[in-house]
């Protein structure tokens, strides 16, 4: 007690204030395995400001060259959050990468859908303006700007792959002469092809530029290693068009893993509430794999 008046007669109730939040803080990041997560803005639209949950190791700032996987949630272009990559974020962050989980604009304005002006076109603008700020701050957590991997789940998956495969739609602030081009991309359950109704109705009068937002129309060689994870009951996107877009890429010389989940639909991890349902351990553990095998993980 004589030590907590000392402190409020020295530095008075705002700093007082301040030092035990600081102190919480500490604590909590050691409690969690020294993983830290802050948040950053990393692009201004209208009054807007868009940012993205940061995970990371304090271990991980001791080294150089660190790889980074960028994280896109799931929804339809209208729904979820960036919570839904949190768990995964802190999942990879143990192991040594640096997460970002990215909120970007939603086709939804007071719960009616779609909105106005915010269409999946949108959805990617934000995410190729999400992957280039990455890179560009790449040096702010000692990534390697050649060692970042784009990942999204559904819709968000559609996104991760998009920022390779979609050359057009970038945003008018974005600094094009930095890649939105990521060095490996994972994919759960992810929307491929566009041309179905759902994305036609989000993009209202543009739904003629469906077809250039669609990666199976846009497929093109050199593109990064990419895997991906789909349940052959999925309901939301038919397995069938995620075989053939595995098969089409291949033939361009693309490097392309299919790892196919029999009687699953497009949750993999339903029943399992860790990961947002978006997949389990054993799903991850495949993943992983990946990542050591393009020296994204050690």
């Keep these: 007690m004589k030590n907590l008046t000392l402190a409020i007669r020295t530095f008075g109730i705002s700093a007082l204030i301040v030092i035990l939040l600081t102190s919480l803080s500490v604590s909590a990041v050691n409690k969690n395995n020294s993983i830290v997560h802050i948040k950053e803005v990393y692009k201004i639209i209208d009054t807007l400001n868009l940012e993205v949950d940061i995970f990371y190791s304090v271990e991980t700032l001791e080294k150089t060259n660190n790889a980074a996987i960028v994280f896109f949630h799931g929804g339809g272009w209208a729904y979820g959050s960036p919570h839904e990559f949190f768990t995964t974020c802190q999942h990879y962050a143990k192991l040594g990468i640096v997460c970002f989980s990215v909120d970007y604009r939603l086709s939804i304005e007071n719960g009616v859908v779609p909105h106005k002006t915010i269409s999946p076109i949108e959805c990617l603008m934000d995410a190729k303006s999400a992957f280039r700020w990455v890179r560009e701050n790449a040096k702010k957590w000692h990534v390697d700007e050649n060692k970042i991997v784009a ?23 974005d600094n094009i002469a930095i890649s939105c081009v990521p060095n490996a991309v994972m994919l759960f359950s992810a929307t491929v092809n566009c041309i179905e109704q759902w994305c036609d109705r ?26 991906h994870f789909h349940g052959t009951d999925d309901q939301m996107v038919p397995y069938w068009s995620v075989s053939l877009f595995d098969e089409e890429t291949r033939k361009l010389g693309n490097y392309f893993e299919l790892h196919t989940f029999k009687n699953r639909r497009h949750y993999l991890g339903d029943g399992n509430p860790k990961y947002s349902r978006y997949f389990d351990d054993e799903i991850l553990e495949v993943a992983d794999e990946f990542l050591r095998k393009f020296n994204f993980l050690d």
């Design 202 to 227: 989000l993009l209202a009068d543009r739904r003629n530029q469906i077809w250039n937002l669609s990666p199976a129309h846009n497929l093109k060689a050199d593109l990064p290693p990419m895997v």
């Design 151 to 173: 990942c999204g789940q559904s819709a968000g998956g559609h996104l991760a792959i998009s920022t390779a495969v979609i050359d057009s739609f970038n945003e008018q602030s």
